[in-house]
């Protein structure tokens, strides 16, 4: 396959290597990188499979499949429910029963499979517990090393995945920002391949094909609007360039409206968003009962603020107690247990549905990209459970 890597602040392109993962003029922050193929010269036609796995994209993906769960990595079910939220159909895409019940698996796997192809011997993250268990699990049947760095507040769920899957787990009584910023200082001097979202541009590329499964899922017609949890803007970068890729390449004829959807608590590329151009990075404190999007200083900021925009899209927030009602809403009326960043997205619908920004006959498709039993002590304090006698039950009933 024929790709470069573009820094998404200077434009500066740089031919990929092994070690190449930000820009050298605008650092870490703001040089950021963007995959960049031969859209030209590729040419693709909607033969891909509904339920068939991320590597069914071969020419819109930079790995090549070394790992037999590869073929295990995608095609999460789109699920279309009728009159719920009182839209004439509302879909959610589920990754939930991804490998490690996470949508991080579609970024752990192409890292995985890149380091594999550079002969690295050890490959590293910093993760408030989704990518870390992710990364542990998808790796755990390669040769390579696995460390994680974690904030000691991870959910219990979460930890359970990285020390069953035999990776080496350093939990950090510090931030999530703190803990990524002490990963990549480790890393770079150990030599270690790096699964850092934001600092490795090919993580993204994974990523983007939930955008992709969703056009095909739903036959190639283009939801009006998407929405996303956002927190350190990788996801929904990669939601927004997988459907900008397949406008491109004319499989579909529009792209849909994307909406990033953050914690009050935790809503830094909001404000970045919010102040307007030039996107300038700021650092907040955060500190929101969704964990995987508690992110105050937020990586892949420039890019999420850049692609949301392009689609005509914006960042909305809602509160945490938003988010857990969510949870159990979107339970009871649907099945999906989601864990609180994947069930931001359906409070962020909720409010715009409030606001009147949204109608009836819209086609939304929300993303939920965590299962709920990674962090069930989220919802278990608002769930009441009363225990009775035998006789006590019968008399329920009989």
């Not at 995608?74 to 159909?89: A, I, R, W």
């Not at 392009?310 to 509160?319: A, L, N, P, Q, Y």
């Amino acid at each position: 396959m024929s790709y470069l890597l573009r820094c998404i602040t200077c434009g500066e392109e740089y031919e990929p290597t092994e070690t190449r993962y930000t820009c050298d003029k605008c650092g870490d922050l703001y040089g950021t990188l963007e995959v960049i193929y031969d859209y030209e010269n590729i040419k693709i036609e909607k033969e891909f499979e509904p339920k068939g796995s991320i590597f069914q994209f071969k020419d819109l993906i930079p790995a090549t499949s070394h790992t037999p769960i590869d073929q295990s990595i995608g095609g999460t079910p789109l699920y279309k429910f009728k009159g719920l939220l009182g839209f004439d159909e509302l879909m959610i895409k589920f990754d939930g029963i991804s490998f490690s019940s996470s949508y991080k698996d579609r970024a752990s796997i192409i890292a995985v499979n890149k380091a594999i192809e550079c002969g690295a011997d050890t490959i590293y993250c910093a993760s408030t517990g989704n990518a870390a268990s992710s990364l542990a699990l998808t790796a755990a049947g390669t040769a390579l090393r696995t460390v994680i760095f974690v904030p000691s507040t991870i959910p219990k769920g979460k930890l359970t995945q990285l020390l069953v899957a035999g990776a080496e787990v350093i939990p950090i009584n510090s931030t999530y920002d703190e803990v990524f910023s002490l990963s990549l200082r480790v890393g770079r001097k150990k030599g270690w391949y790096c699964r850092n979202s934001a600092i490795n541009p090919y993580l993204l590329e994974g990523k983007k094909t939930g955008a992709y499964e969703i056009l095909i899922q739903n036959d190639y017609k283009v939801p009006d609007y998407c929405f996303v949890g956002v927190g350190d803007g990788t996801v929904i970068s990669g939601i927004c360039k997988g459907f900008k890729e397949f406008y491109d390449l004319g499989l579909v004829d529009s792209v849909p409206i994307v909406i990033g959807v953050q914690s009050e608590k935790a809503a830094t590329i909001k404000h970045v968003f919010d102040k307007g151009k030039p996107y300038t990075p700021i650092i907040e404190p955060a500190n929101s009962v969704a964990d995987s999007i508690s992110v105050g200083n937020p990586r892949d900021v420039i890019k999420a603020c850049k692609y949301v925009e392009s689609t005509g899209g914006h960042f909305i927030s809602v509160r945490d107690d938003e988010i857990i009602d969510s949870i159990k809403e979107m339970s009871r009326s649907t099945g999906i247990f989601s864990e609180p960043a994947g069930a931001a997205p359906y409070a962020g619908v909720k409010k715009m549905i409030r606001s009147g920004e949204l109608k009836r006959t819209d086609s939304v498709c929300i993303v939920v990209t965590g299962n709920g039993l990674k962090d069930t002590d989220a919802v278990r304090s608002g769930v009441e459970v009363k225990t009775y006698d035998i006789d006590e039950a019968e008399a329920l009933f009989l």
